[in-house]
């Protein structure tokens, strides 16, 4: 996946902008990551940084072999300035596990960096101004998987995707890259009959890890026409 055109609005844009890659793929990489950290904290980009307590740009290892990317941070995540630290991020914590992985082996962060007052939605803008950031963690990790959180995040990273209703629990190849969308682990918690589901999906990554197949370099065949509204989960 190339960078997303907003990298080209923060040239156009007073305050910070992200760095270029450093040469040296795994200490650099975890340099750049430290530096795009720091200008997430920093950003005015949008008006989000007058309500936040601050900005929250994701934890993990530059070596990563799987990255997640959920919605935006919550209350929770606003005060303590890490992604996934609520109840959802308990629920993703399990998850994990349950298939032999820790929260510190994988690189988590979201869609927007910092906090929509009141948890509302994420508005275009928004997305918008937050796009180079993760565009470039996305590039310094290289990640083997993107792991694809909800609503939010399936139409930001793959916008031509069907609804997550229908594409969780597949492996999307776009661009040199594997997504895997699921549920938004808050979905499970206000529908308690989503957890199967989220478990069964995550028995798939796992699978994938176990056995991975090389990402074709051309697009996948194309999906299947996206689910009526009503099928869909209205809030991830």
């Known amino acids: 996946m190339g960078l997303h055109p907003a990298a080209m609005a923060l040239r156009l844009v007073s305050g910070p902008r992200v760095a270029e890659l450093p040469e040296e793929p795994t200490s650099g990489a975890q340099a750049h990551l430290e530096a795009i950290a720091s200008q997430v904290r920093a950003c005015v980009l949008c008006p989000l940084h007058q309500t936040r307590t601050q900005g929250v740009p994701g934890t993990g290892p530059a070596t990563a072999r799987v990255m997640a990317v959920g919605e935006a941070p919550g209350e929770h995540e606003d005060r303590e300035g890490r992604p996934f630290v609520g109840a959802a991020g308990r629920l993703l914590t399990q998850l994990l596990e349950e298939i032999g992985l820790s929260r510190e082996d994988i690189f988590i962060t979201n869609v927007l960096k910092s906090r929509p007052p009141g948890n509302r939605d994420p ?8 796009a180079p950031y993760l565009d470039a963690q996305i590039e310094a990790l290289q990640p083997e998987v993107i792991l694809v959180l909800g609503r939010h995040a399936l139409q930001r990273l793959l916008p031509e995707a069907p609804g997550i209703s229908r594409a969780h629990g597949t ?19 206000y529908k308690g009959g989503l957890l199967g589901t989220l478990r069964q999906d995550f028995q798939r990554l796992q ?24 099928e869909q989960l209205g809030l991830f």
Do not use: F, K, N
């Open 123 to 130: 508005l275009p803008e928004e997305v918008l101004a937050c």
């Open 171 to 189: 492996m999307i190849h776009r661009a040199g890259r594997t997504y895997m969308p699921c549920y938004h682990p808050a979905a499970a918690l």
């Open 207 to 230: 699978t994938h890890l176990q056995h991975p197949v090389a990402t074709p370099a051309a697009a996948s065949p194309a999906l299947a026409p996206p689910a009526p509204a009503d």
